[in-house]
């Protein structure tokens, strides 16, 4: 990171440089059905990530190279294919969601005992 500002990527950027990398080197969106198939993939290499750092599995020796970081960029990008594809604005969509929660759950959390002190 050799002292460059971060680069800021809107949700619509990515949406737009994917839409950009299907065309210029992936040929085509992969189905709907192949692409929840994939999603559902990337999401159980996170998990398996996770419950190795942070659960009571250890890695296999094949294993040590995982990137969480990685994996989570990868459940990001088929969640865009999924979204472009099905003419989602993700941003757009992200925010409503967002105010949903906020209103659904204004009081719900800070009331919640549960979450009074960290987990163990």
Not at 35 to 61: C, M, P, W, Y
Not at 90 to 112: G, I
């Amino acid at each position: 990171m050799s002292g460059e500002p971060a680069s800021q990527l809107s949700l619509a950027d990515a949406q737009a440089r994917v839409d950009r990398w299907i065309s210029e080197v992936g040929v085509r969106y992969f189905s709907e059905l192949t692409n929840l198939a994939q999603l559902v993939e990337e999401v159980g290499e996170v998990a398996r990530i996770l419950s190795r750092t942070h659960g009571d599995q250890s890695f296999k020796d094949s294993e040590k190279d995982l990137d969480l970081a990685d994996e989570l960029a990868d459940v990001l990008f088929v969640l865009i294919c999924l979204a472009n594809q099905s003419g989602v604005d993700l941003e757009e969509a992200f925010l409503r969601n967002l105010e949903k929660k906020t209103l659904r759950d204004s009081d719900r959390h800070s009331s919640n005992e549960k979450l009074e002190s960290p987990p163990d």
